[in-house]
């Protein structure tokens, strides 16, 4: 069966960057798209951006231009999202998701949970 | 602010129907399909409908989509108690080029 598996939660200082991995399993990884999209707490979804496995191209939300960097490695089935410049207002739980363009997403990962604290 | 927007809160008691509104303008849901997403407490958000009104293997057909010029809708049907949950739209919005997301709506199974 399909899964994305992210990787596990961190805490961060602000200023600093953090990395969240998701690794796709039980079907061909380059024939989709994987977005990230992240939830502060008690707050709903945000879309961060995507990127095209097959291509390495990436796309981004406005809001996080030049702070976020999605690539993927079509080698180990596997996604990165990394955001910079953290601030307390990053916190939030990160998740991937797939879809076959922008979206719909139909499968997501379990979610990690970034905390920016000094 | 979101560009679609939700109500905050909707309830019902077993057995009723509910209906949970999306409303965006020509530039997203009047020009491109919605889909809608169930996220139980602590969990991934799950896919309910998508493209407006299909919904994917295993989702209940008490679960149901529409659309109507620049608003949505998701009607659930023979409310149960584990349907108490969040429930976000999202769709594409032309103007961002990027898709958007609802506010979100919590319903509460009285």
């Known amino acids: 069966q399909v899964q994305l598996v992210q990787s596990g939660a961190e805490v961060k200082k602000p200023g600093s960057s953090v990395k969240v991995s998701c690794k796709a399993s039980?079907?061909?990884?380059?024939?989709?798209?994987i977005s990230w999209v992240r939830q502060a707490p008690g707050q709903g979804l945000e879309w961060m951006g995507r990127?095209?496995?097959?291509?390495?191209?990436?796309n981004y939300a406005q809001k996080f231009q030049g702070r976020v960097t999605i690539i993927a490695d079509k080698s180990t089935s596997t996604a990165y999202m990394e955001l910079s410049s953290l601030s307390s207002e990053d916190t939030a739980i990160y998740y991937c998701?797939?879809?076959?363009?922008?979206?719909?997403?139909?499968?997501w990962g379990q979610g990690t949970l970034i905390t920016v604290s000094s | 602010q979101s560009l679609l927007t939700q109500p905050p809160s909707a309830s019902g008691t077993p057995g009723q129907r509910v209906t949970i509104s999306c409303s965006g303008s020509?530039?997203?849901?009047?020009?491109?399909?919605v889909c809608w997403y169930q996220q139980l407490p602590g969990t991934a958000p799950k896919l309910l409908i998508s493209?407006?009104?299909q919904r994917p293997s295993g989702v209940p057909d008490r679960f149901s989509g529409s659309k109507s010029g620049t608003s949505a809708s998701l009607a659930i049907s023979g409310l149960r108690s584990e349907d108490e949950a969040d429930y976000y739209c999202?769709?594409?919005?032309?103007?961002?080029?990027?898709?958007?997301f609802g506010g979100g709506t919590k319903l509460t199974v009285l």
């Open positions: 999202a769709t594409w919005d032309d103007s961002l080029s990027a898709p958007v």
């Open positions: 020509s530039s997203n849901i009047g020009d491109n399909y």
């Open positions: 493209t407006n009104n």
């Open positions: 039980g079907d061909t990884f380059s024939i989709y798209t």
């Open positions: 990127i095209i496995p097959s291509t390495g191209t990436a």
């Open positions: 998701a797939r879809a076959y363009n922008y979206y719909p997403w139909d499968y």
